[in-house]
């Protein structure tokens, strides 16, 4: 098996401008106007609204009628010349993106192209007689059934080998490699799907907004739509549907796509989406409700190079340590470490930045962990867990963490993914404080977690909720899952209860509980958030000037008012149909 590893300046055509936000009143209002032929639905991943003509990505190259091989040697060099191909053109967009998060992805998907495992099926397919495009294709259809088979964060590279399938058949048969189409003009980009490689050197200056049919939250069309501040909508079905030059407007809150709308409304649309990202621009200062309470907003991050947009958060909620650990076959040095945490401790002194210790398992495997398969990894050793079988490597992070503390003027807190009993939590909170870590914390991404909130925090100092995984485990669905989007809409009313008995336990015991997951990062649901009790919102860096302004707009009580309209809801549409009106 296969070891996965801004906008438009004034004076120039509406039709370039895009927003991130959704508070702008008189934006729905204009969209409201429209009276579409067709309104198509899905998921709102990435908010913001956006309108323009539709242009499709271009589909996979196809394969020709198989050939007789006379020379399997040959066709096998052929063969493995398309994956290299594929991995060094995947390797070249990496070293040319600006989003970290977008080169981790795609460093991580060359090293899929060049899998031994992946090179050994394509060997083995030649020599049953298949040329080097058929042999590409079914070795890769082979290890996509693996990575399906195994569920949980591994099936979400499925796609990836999608894209590296895709690329070396191009290369094989002398085709143009699969990209973005070019059509002179601003544009609404649809597909099935959207690998990284197809993603990653998008200009939101040109490209308005992403829809495809496929996808979850958590996928990377999700992630890398939201790091580049883009509108986008998943799981949508009929997306592909729309023709070529289509006038269309995307709600990536409400998942709405409606067709149609002429190129005068879109205008307009789009006149407002950039009088309104102009306005955010303009924001500054903490978070805080219009009434002044504090709340606040932090970053979600996964290296020193991610905070670089975040001079106007306040420190870091969510540090994603385990970048540092991908696709490596023994573990980085106690000196590697210490330097990636120290790096990011100076970048933010005297401000709160909260590492988490490796989040990875069975369900993202890392090789030198040496864990085994799993039936079903996202019930198995996954986040704290590990370190039941491996616990050196949390007590190696841990020394790492305190020394880069010792070395900063920042004061670190520290919490553990994948906390699920208080005696977990008690175990993690005795190996970090003995090591002079003063703030110890968990992420609650289970509902036994929830449930219990207040025992944890008899142990632990902080609680953070991470919304994307505590969605996958209430409603078992799993998270890459396209029929099943609406249950991890973060929307959903048994969400919401779940998050409010976290913040309840949070004010009886006096300590913060703050959510990092990507509900955090929609301007609307941040109102409700808050409501609930909820002491911080961390995102990113692109999404803070919108939350920041929701908050300003709402006083404390209007937040709380919220809250229990949408707990009161059936569904996460009557929820965020009801919070929306009361705006």
């Not at 979400?156 to 973005?180: K, Q, T």
């Not at 002194?349 to 590492?355: D, E, F, L, N, S």
């Not at 906390?419 to 914390?441: H, I, K, Q, Y």
Request: proline content about 7%.
């Amino acid at each position: 098996m296969l070891e996965p590893a801004p906008g438009t300046e004034p004076g120039r055509s509406p039709e370039t401008a895009s927003t991130t936000a959704a508070s702008d009143p008189a934006t729905r209002e204009a969209a409201a106007a429209v009276t579409p032929s067709e309104t198509l639905r899905g998921l709102g991943i990435s908010p913001g609204r956006s309108a323009g003509r539709v242009h499709q990505m271009a589909g996979p190259p196809l394969l020709p009628n198989p050939v007789p091989v006379t020379d399997p040697a040959a066709e096998i060099t052929r063969a493995v010349r398309g994956l290299e191909d594929a991995a060094e053109e995947l390797a070249r967009r990496a070293a040319k993106a600006a989003d970290p998060a977008a080169r981790d992805i795609l460093e991580a998907q060359a090293v899929m192209a060049g899998d031994p495992m992946l090179r050994e099926s394509v060997d083995q397919y030649v020599g049953a007689g298949m040329d080097a495009a058929h042999a590409i294709d079914a070795a890769c259809a082979h290890h996509r059934q693996v990575l399906v088979s195994v569920g949980g964060y591994v099936a979400e590279r499925a796609s990836d080998l999608d894209d590296i399938r895709n690329r070396a058949i191009a290369a094989v048969l002398g085709l143009p490699m699969p990209g973005v189409p070019s059509p002179g003009h601003p544009f609404i980009l649809t597909a099935e799907d959207l690998a990284p490689a197809d993603t990653v050197n998008l200009d939101p200056g040109s490209v308005l907004a992403l829809v495809t049919e496929k996808g979850g939250p958590t996928s990377h069309t999700a992630i890398l739509a939201r790091a580049l501040g883009l509108p986008a909508v998943v799981a949508c079905s009929g997306a592909t549907g729309i023709d070529d030059g289509t006038w269309v407007s995307v709600d990536g809150d409400t998942g709405e796509v409606s067709t149609d709308i002429g190129e005068e409304v879109a205008g307009e649309i789009q006149r407002r989406a950039l009088a309104e990202r102009d306005r955010l621009g303009r924001t500054s200062g903490p978070g805080r409700t219009a009434d002044g309470y504090p709340v606040k907003l932090l970053l979600n991050i996964g290296s020193v190079a991610d905070a670089q947009g975040g001079v106007a958060a306040e420190g870091v909620g969510l540090f994603r340590t385990e970048f540092l650990f991908l696709d490596r076959r023994t573990a980085p040095t106690h000196e590697e470490q210490v330097s990636a945490y120290a790096a990011v401790l100076h970048a933010f002194p005297g401000a709160q930045v909260v590492i988490r210790t490796l989040d990875a398992g069975t369900d993202k495997p890392l090789p030198f962990l040496g864990l085994a398969d799993e039936i079903n990894p996202a019930l198995g050793v996954r986040g704290l867990r590990v370190a039941r079988r491996r616990p050196e490597v949390l007590d190696a992070q841990l020394d790492a963490i305190a020394e880069a503390a010792g070395a900063s003027d920042a004061s670190p807190w520290v919490m553990a993914p994948m906390v699920t009993t208080p005696g977990e939590a008690a175990d993690f909170a005795r190996r970090a404080r003995s090591r002079g870590l003063v703030n110890v914390g968990g992420m609650v991404e289970v509902p036994a977690a929830a449930l219990h909130a207040r025992r944890l925090l008899d142990e632990l100092d902080f609680l953070s909720i991470g919304t994307n995984d505590l969605s996958q485990y209430t409603f078992a669905s799993d998270r890459q899952h396209g029929d099943l989007a609406d249950l991890l809409d973060p929307w959903q009313p048994a969400l919401l209860h779940l998050i409010a008995q976290c913040a309840e336990a949070g004010r009886a015991a006096g300590k913060p509980v703050g959510v990092c997951g990507e509900a955090a990062a929609d301007p609307l649901l941040a109102t409700v958030l808050v409501g609930l009790g909820v002491t911080s919102l961390s995102m990113s860096a692109r999404s803070v000037p919108a939350v920041r302004d929701a908050l300003a707009r709402h006083s404390a009580d209007q937040c709380r008012h919220n809250a229990q309209l949408a707990l009161a809801a059936h569904d996460p549409d009557e929820a965020r149909r009801a919070v929306r009106e009361a705006w």
